[in-house]
């Protein structure tokens, strides 16, 4: 059975500027995979497996309103269904990651014939930046979104995270993944990004290796294995330094035996996680940066994407990163991007459980 899924990116920028705009002080949140964006899933059926129905009525979205508030202060979330909600009501599950930073009612009743509900979302304060992810669930359908909570008051200081933070490669290939450097506070430094070290048989640089004050950017780091690497778990460690403080981030890369699956797809062995295949999804006239694969078997994985502007993974323009691992079943499933349809002068890196991709070149993948 073929499973789509909806990626619906929010950009956590949009959150910087309300919040710069609202609130003194506010920093960027200290989760190392932020930021993140909204999905929505429903099952849809293909040639082969005509069963499955998208007639049901299924979540469309959660969303918030604000996205980003200093804790003590509450955020609105919303659930919308595909459709009106049957004579009975739709009690729509809920949950916080975190309930002790960001508190949520466990359901929503969405009344007889509408097609949303709102519930009031409570915070506590914090001493750093969170994300904390909040789902919904009805049927067999699911959405979620991140609620961004600030401290009232930060210090200046500067963070540096790996995106995704893990890379699975066979010898003879190279995979990139994304370094990020946030400005926290009033620091307003230039930042150097250096790789501290080479493991055997494999070399790594980044591109660029430098960010002018106030110190945020983005660099990507590229990694290759060599044909005669030992397979085993490495670490590969980027420094950053700014002013007179020093940051490190690391990528843990892992050389498989095993073999990629080429073509724009995924590398490494995937576990119960078969190859991932960067692809065209074609919907109302339209078409998005997907990816496809197969679960070998039913489990619970991460799950993370990165969009980029060009063809090389290099200028980022949107991320997936929902923080609670998904729950697949034993089928094949598409994700897509929903904010960049039609776009082919774009480029991707997905991460699904232990298979990464590698930099998918949009302007040359097949449909899906």
């Known amino acids: 059975m073929l499973r789509s899924e909806n990626l619906t990116i929010s950009s956590l920028l949009i959150a910087l500027l309300i919040c710069a705009a609202l609130f003194s002080g506010c920093g960027t949140p200290s989760r190392a995979d932020s930021p993140q964006g909204n999905f929505a899933s429903t099952p849809v059926a293909d040639a082969a497996n005509t069963p499955a129905t998208t007639t049901a009525t299924h979540l469309a979205s959660l969303s918030l309103n604000p996205v980003g508030v200093v804790g003590g202060n509450p955020s609105t979330a919303t659930v919308v269904l595909s459709k009106a909600a049957p004579s009975a009501g739709a009690k729509i599950a809920l949950k916080s990651s975190v309930p002790t930073v960001v508190s949520i009612p466990a359901s929503v009743t969405v009344g007889s014939g509408k097609t949303s509900a709102n519930v009031k979302v409570t915070t506590s304060t914090v001493v750093s930046g969170a994300v904390i992810p909040l789902t919904a669930s009805y049927n067999s359908s699911q959405a979620g979104a991140d609620l ?26 190279s995979g990139s993944v994304q370094i990020t450097t946030k400005a926290t506070g009033s620091f307003d430094q230039s930042v150097q990004l250096s790789v501290g070290n080479d493991p055997p048989s494999v070399s790594a640089s980044l591109t660029p290796t430098a960010f002018a004050a106030p110190g945020s950017g983005t660099s990507q780091l590229h990694v290759s294995v060599a044909d005669n690497a030992t397979p085993g778990n490495y670490s590969v460690v980027v420094d950053a330094s700014g002013g007179s403080l020093t940051h490190t981030a690391t990528l843990q890369l892992t050389v498989s035996s095993g073999s990629g699956s080429g073509g724009g797809g995924g590398s490494g062995s995937g576990g119960i996680v078969g190859p991932l295949q960067g692809c065209w999804y074609q919907s109302g006239g339209h078409k998005y940066q997907a990816v496809k694969f197969s679960m070998n078997q039913a489990g619970t994985v991460d799950f993370d994407a990165t969009l980029y ?9 949107d991320r997936f990163g929902f923080g609670n691992p998904l729950n697949l079943g034993g089928f094949s499933y598409i994700f897509w991007f929903s904010d960049f349809k ?3 002068g774009t480029s991707a890196i997905w991460v699904v459980g232990s298979q990464t991709s ?11």
């Open 148 to 173: 961004i909570v600030y401290p009232k008051s930060q210090p200046s200081d500067f963070t540096v995270t790996a995106s995704p933070a893990s890379l699975t490669l066979t010898p003879g290939t």
């Open 309 to 317: 502007f060009g063809a090389t993974c290099g200028q980022f323009a």
């Open 342 to 344: 039609d776009q082919t």
């Open 358 to 368: 590698q930099c998918i070149d949009y302007s040359t993948a097949p449909g899906c």
